[in-house]
Nanobody, 116 residues
Framework: VQFVESGGGLVQPGGSLRLSCQASGFTFSSYLMGWYRQAPGKEREWVAGIDSTGGTTKYLDSVKGRFTISRDNAKNTVYLQMNSLKPEDTAVYYC??????????WGKGTLVTVSS
């Protein structure tokens, strides 16, 4: 199993970034996909999730209306569009895959820094 995460970087408050996570080594279209984040000195937290077809999405309350999760099963890729970024969004963002039997896979993470 492999994830290639990209799109992180330094952005000013109010700016936007789009994270991508391309997966291989498992049946991507059968898995729930999500993004988690871990800020310095804090626990890892769930940010957004999407079902296997892309028909249902859910978000952490603090990112609702600003972040959008989507997926392209033909490309084995999940995305996180992040708008109106705030300094408190600064964290390492991790791609996550899960199936209903409890199998979990994690990406290595991509750093997002929101600072002026």
């Amino acid at each position: 199993v492999q994830f290639v995460e990209s799109g992180g970087g330094l952005v000013q408050p109010g700016g936007s970034l789009r994270l991508s996570c391309q997966a291989s080594g498992f049946t991507f279209s059968s898995y729930l996909m999500g993004w988690y984040r871990q800020a310095p000195g804090k626990e890892r937290e769930w940010v957004a999730g999407i079902d296997s077809t892309g028909g249902t999405t859910k978000y952490l309350d603090s990112v609702k209306g600003r972040f959008t999760i989507s997926r392209d099963n033909a490309k084995n890729t999940v995305y996180l569009q992040m708008n109106s970024l705030k300094p408190e969004d600064t964290a390492v963002y991790y791609c996550h895959a899960a199936d209903w039997s409890g199998v979990n896979y994690w990406g290595k993470g991509t750093l997002v820094t929101v600072s002026s």
